[in-house]
């Protein structure tokens, strides 16, 4: 059965802990995402990566990091320098079409909720 | 960067009745645009999406037209049911790696819609 598995899916967290965030995808999928998601706001953009060993800063990276070790896996860090680091985590994937030279969709996991007490 | 504004944020109609949803966007680079549906405590899904060489795209009920001049997209939903409630996102995206940059593939959100359809 194909698809992105993000674990836990509820993590709680004392301040000051840094905590990881599992992401696998199974579809051989190029590139990965992590997105962090607040009540009422839409997706915003943490990390993410085209290849393998390679990574790239979202528009909100600070406080968080990542690696790419795996193609099929692509942890997320939530360092203590993460002021505020509750919210719905999201990770997502994507391949690219081969010979038509762009991405094709992203298929999203079913979320992380961290909550930090 | 690109930056994605959706209006309404929040839109309410009766089943039956159609909902229109509309995106802007400000990177002319910018060439996918999809829509996502996000139920309570779920990831996001898809649910259609255009490339900047289309103008209008439809499945069944669900559309959605680009106006690459104006620089805004929309989403329209026909015979609303009530199964269709939940939060809508549009985004936009440069798809292509071969634009130059490290960006491609990026997509940046709107601020998402909470559609209601009342029984």
């Known amino acids: 059965d194909g698809g992105i598995t993000q674990s836990p899916k509820y993590l709680f967290r004392k301040e000051g802990q840094n905590v990881t965030l599992s992401c696998e995808q199974n579809?051989?999928?190029?590139?990965m995402y992590w997105y962090r998601q607040d009540p009422g706001q839409g997706l915003r953009l943490i990390y993410y990566?085209?290849?393998?060993?390679?990574?790239q800063k979202g528009d909100i990276a600070e406080g968080y990091s990542v690696s790419r070790e795996k193609k099929e896996s692509f942890p997320l860090t939530v360092t203590s320098a993460q002021k505020n680091p509750t919210a719905f985590y999201l990770c997502a994937s994507s391949s690219l079409a081969p010979n038509r030279g762009f991405y094709n969709e992203q298929f999203f996991g079913p979320g992380t909720r961290l909550t930090v007490l | 960067g690109e930056n994605v504004e959706q209006h309404p944020s929040t839109l309410s109609v009766q089943e039956g009745d159609s909902a229109v949803i509309k995106c802007t966007y400000s990177?002319?680079?910018?060439?996918?645009f999809p829509w996502y549906k996000q139920e309570l405590g779920k990831g996001p899904q898809l649910i259609i999406d255009i490339r900047s060489n289309v103008g209008e795209k439809k499945d069944q009920r669900i559309a959605v037209t680009l106006n690459k001049t104006a620089k805004h997209f929309s989403l329209h939903i026909t015979e609303t049911q009530p199964e269709d409630s939940a939060v809508y996102f549009c985004a936009a995206s440069n798809q292509s790696p071969y634009a130059g940059g490290t960006s491609y593939g990026k997509l940046t959100f709107g601020q998402g819609t909470i559609l209601t359809v009342h029984p």
């Open positions: 990566s085209q290849i393998v060993n390679d990574f």
């Open positions: 990177d002319s680079a910018s060439n996918y």
């Open positions: 579809l051989n999928h190029d590139a």
